[in-house]
């Protein structure tokens, strides 16, 4: 079986598996590593959104031959890690306005909310409503305007 290395949270790893396995089963199943959550496993729901080398990615749509052994990839077991706190603050944005109701979507949404601001910030600028509008993770709850509001505050923590 072909070997696979990369970077997982920090820590070099390598995988024996089949090329054409799918990141994220990589991550949960070999891994297990379980904060990326399958949802719809076509890039749609974006449960499972993750980061790699920093930007916001699905590793639901990604086999595992894709990654490359100096890309970095990042759970939100690893978040905290990047900013050497026991929480990442959008974690703690995310506690304080009591986003989370059944949980499912929450690390994806977060995920995806710290690339996005960390996108806007990389620009010289503070994230906008447009650029929430532009995150698509799905939460079938609908605490949605927590999110956003979690989102507003996490970004002036980072």
């Known amino acids: 079986m072909p070997e696979h290395t990369f970077k997982l949270n920090g820590e ?3 995988v024996d598996v089949e090329d054409d396995v799918r990141l994220l089963w990589v991550i949960r199943d070999l891994l297990g590593v379980t904060g990326p959550k399958y949802g ?3 890039n749609v729901c974006k449960a499972c959104t993750c980061h790699i080398n920093g930007k916001a990615f699905n590793p639901c749509s990604v086999q595992v031959k894709d ?3 100096t890309d970095e990839i990042t759970t939100i077991e690893g978040l905290a890690g990047t900013v050497g706190e026991e929480l990442h603050p959008m974690q703690e944005a995310w506690l304080d306005n009591d986003v989370v109701q059944c949980g499912y979507c929450q690390p ?3 995920m995806a909310a710290v690339a996005k601001v960390k996108q806007a910030q990389a620009k010289g600028r503070e994230i906008t409503d447009a ?3 532009e995150i698509r993770n799905i939460c079938r709850c609908g605490t949605y305007f927590r999110i956003r509001e979690a989102i507003k505050d996490g970004a002036t923590r980072m």
């Open 12 to 14: 070099q790893i390598t």
């Open 108 to 110: 994806g949404q977060i």
């Open 40 to 42: 719809c496993g076509i």
């Open 67 to 69: 990654v490359g052994e």
């Open 131 to 133: 650029d929430i509008e």
